[in-house]
């Protein structure tokens, strides 16, 4: 379904255009205690880089875990402050919860990140106008659906597995809600690719 996104916003980035093996991971909403550790941990183990778009409340929350995942070499992109929803939200206020989340970044990381992700993928024209001047809006192409808590690990692995290919970015949630699945289907993800031989990369930083 994404490629009929593709062809309706042309704007924000949907996958990386290569035949090279290379997958790019991305987690949403954390950093968090516990969770995305754990994926730190997951990572490590196969050297894979990861992008990780975070919530600036969560920044403030836990700046230690924030930082460990600057250590580790991934990169880090906007998410807003309070992870709020474009569609609801007036341009005005929409763009300030934007820039807190960029202060709560740089903060820690003073060459900032010029990645964005919008809560739920959901983004008004005027709002996208003024993130597009200083950053690349990047979606998705394959959905994991980990945090849907009524749909099993296995099938959660096989949509996974099945739906990614060469230059796909691919959405996890290193969040509570997704950690059900999570937990299941990322070390198979990474087993499963790496023994094809695939690298997992960062988008850039
Ligand atoms: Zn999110």
Redesign the pocket.
Known sequence: MTWLFEILFPRYVWRVKTSDKKIYLTF??GPIPEVTEWVLEQLRLYNAKSTFFVVGDNVRKYPEIFQKILTDGHCVGN?TQN?IKGWKNETDTYLANFQECEKSISELKPSGTNLFRP?YGQIKRSQANEILKMHKILMWSVLTKDYEANLSERKCLNRAIRQTREGSIVLFHDSLKAQKNLYYVLPRFLEHFSKKGYEFCTIEC
């Open positions: 949403d909403d998410h992870h809560p």
